[in-house]
């Protein structure tokens, strides 16, 4: 069992920056990879950023240069730092853990947190 736990979406202006946090738990040496995924209104769900244990970072085109993805160790926390929002990165994000390291931008992941809201006012 892994379990993904996430906190800090808020309501934020345009133009700000956010930072969210994943913790993970469970049997995390499973674990090879995370990522991040947003799903807004009426579009289909959307994955942002990836990240393998040993450091490899990849980000969708829509977020590359504002967001980034991290991960403490010792904390076990996932992060997302997202600055310069804009009023298009409203959704609900989600955490990811999967085994493989393979297609971090895809929907393929074992584990899904439950979600926070993100909501960036113009």
């Keep these: 069992q892994v379990q993904l736990v996430e906190s800090g979406g808020a309501l934020v202006q345009a133009g700000g ?10 049997d995390i040496f499973s674990i090879n990879a995370m990522g991040w995924h ?29 967001f980034t993805i991290s991960y403490d160790n010792a904390e076990k926390t996932v992060y ?7 009023p298009e990165d409203t959704a609900v994000y989600y955490c990811a853990a999967k085994k493989s390291t393979m297609f971090l931008l895809s929907a393929n992941y074992d584990y899904w947190g439950q979600g926070t809201q993100v909501t960036v006012s113009s």
Excluded at 46 to 64: C, L, W
């Design 17 to 26: 920056s956010l930072r969210l946090s994943c913790l993970v738990s469970g």
């Design 38 to 66: 947003r799903q807004a209104p009426g579009k289909r769900r959307e994955a942002i950023a990836g990240r393998t244990t040993g450091g490899r970072t990849t980000y969708a085109d829509s977020v590359k240069g504002r």
């Design 80 to 86: 997302l730092q997202m600055d310069t929002l804009n």
